[in-house]
């Protein structure tokens, strides 16, 4: 069965340093999300990606991150100068229609830790 | 504003029937998730109502109202394996993202 897959699946960095997570959604999935969950606490909603550009974001998603859909496969997000705060669990997802019965899946997540 | 309440924790037994309420309260609604999440792992999805009424899949049920802003997932013959967090999310019709609740965290002992 088809599945979404993350890379890495645990990253270590460093206050301040530039980060990448890698996602390989569904192959006929044009719908793409990025999430993240605190320790604890509830899975928040990042951005939302379809036809090459953002369709929706959180108050959460401010310049520091970016994504991008730089080929056919991958999606990937950036935070480009990382904060404490920033430790989570990030989880991408997708879905080939919005609305209707399709559910968004969820890869496996990164859990990116901020030291 | 967006809420969606959920109780934190819930204990079950082998065997037994649990019933696990969620409430809503959102500008928008477009269907709503039921997903199962084990530490560490992403949520899974387990079920899906959009019209008011009981949707059976095996084991797990869900159910909507939307006039209350109620659902509850029903986990009959409870395993050691249905030990897990099982989150709510309610779709917004404006953009298609999910809206979780905080999750219950379901214990089944022996």
């Known amino acids: 069965e088809p599945e979404v897959t993350q890379t890495p699946s645990h990253q270590v960095t460093q206050m301040g340093q530039e980060v990448i997570l890698r996602c390989v959604p569904i192959s006929n999935h044009l719908y793409f999300y990025w999430y993240r969950q605190i320790l604890g606490q509830k899975v928040e909603f990042l951005v939302s990606f379809y036809n090459n550009e953002i369709s929706e974001k959180s108050e959460i998603f401010d310049d520091q991150f970016s994504v991008e859909r730089p080929d056919g496969s991958n999606f990937t997000l950036k935070i480009r100068s990382t904060k404490l705060e920033d430790s989570a669990m990030y989880f991408c997802?997708?879905?080939?229609?919005?609305?209707?019965?399709?559910?968004?899946?969820f890869g496996p997540g990164t859990r990116l830790l901020v030291l | 504003g967006q809420n969606i309440d959920q109780p934190t924790e819930m204990t079950a037994t082998e065997g037994a029937i649990v019933q696990i309420n969620c409430t809503y309260q959102?500008?928008?609604?477009?269907?709503l998730f039921w997903y199962q999440q084990h530490a560490g792992e992403a949520p899974t999805f387990l079920s899906y109502?959009?019209?008011?009424g009981l949707e059976e899949k095996g084991r797990f049920s869900s159910f909507l109202s939307r006039s209350k802003g109620y659902s509850y997932l029903l986990l009959k013959e409870l395993q050691m394996k249905d030990s897990a967090s099982y989150l709510c999310?309610?779709?917004?019709?404006?953009?298609?993202?999910?809206?979780f609740g905080t999750g219950t965290r379901l214990q089944v002992f022996p």
């Open positions: 959102t500008s928008g609604f477009n269907g």
């Open positions: 999310a309610v779709r917004d019709s404006d953009t298609d993202k999910l809206i």
């Open positions: 997802a997708s879905s080939p229609r919005q609305g209707g019965q399709e559910t968004q899946y």
């Open positions: 109502n959009v019209l008011d």
